[in-house]
């Protein structure tokens, strides 16, 4: 009798283990409580500050603020991808028309993955119109590709991750001066519930 005595308590102490366990929040609990703000340039401003700010002096800290008027309105989240793109890029029909040189594009448009970029090339097919894409990604694409694609066509829009535009912009594949705009997914998230930024590779 005295066994089964001690191993109905041990069985509690198991079950209030558990509940315990089952309380832990987690960020997927905390995102539904807060709904997803859009990004602002102060966010930017912030991540550029923290990131650099321990190894640069304060000129140099400064020289990274970048002003209002490099800002267009961030997605209220009410838009689209294509529609908040042609909100922001009103003219791009003749941007595009003007658009001749090779190792560039007007628009670079950079994202937390490889999948994630598809998705977004797929979505502004409404805004693109007759302009080339060409995916900055590693997944199935080769770097010394993506560098003979930029040398020999004319591409309007690029898509892209951080890590690689970052390698095709640092061998000179890809040039910058001719770029206009520059859109990051601000608040979409991973499998991990990780938005770009919060990856610290990026």
């Not at 989240?77 to 595009?96: D, G, N, Q, V």
């Not at 560039?104 to 490889?114: D, F, I, N, P, Q």
């Not at 199935?140 to 560098?147: G, V």
Request: proline letters at 5%; aromatic letters at 6%; one cysteine or more.
């Amino acid at each position: 009798p005295t066994e089964c005595f001690l191993s109905q308590p041990e069985e509690k102490q198991e079950s209030t283990v558990k509940a315990k366990r089952r309380k832990k929040k987690k960020i997927s609990d905390v995102l539904q409580k807060s709904p997803p703000k859009p990004g602002v340039p102060a966010d930017l401003q912030n991540l550029l500050t923290q990131h650099f700010g321990e190894n640069r002096s304060v000129i140099e800290i400064e020289e990274l603020q970048l002003s209002d008027s490099c800002f267009l309105p961030a997605n209220d989240l009410t838009h689209s991808f294509s529609s908040y793109l042609k909100e922001i890029c009103p003219k791009w029909a003749k941007l595009r028309r003007v658009h001749k040189e090779k190792k560039s594009v007007v628009m670079l448009v950079l994202c937390g993955s490889a999948l994630r970029s598809l998705e977004l090339i797929k979505s502004m097919t409404a805004f693109k119109g007759d302009c080339r894409v060409v995916k900055l990604f590693a997944k199935h694409i080769k770097i010394k590709e993506q560098m003979n694609m930029l040398e020999k066509g004319v591409f309007h829009i690029g898509v892209g991750t951080p890590g690689r535009v970052k390698a095709l912009v640092e061998q000179d594949a890809l040039c910058l001066n001719s770029t206009k705009y520059m859109v990051l997914d601000w608040n979409w998230r991973d499998q991990k519930l990780r938005r770009m930024m919060d990856i610290p590779e990026v």
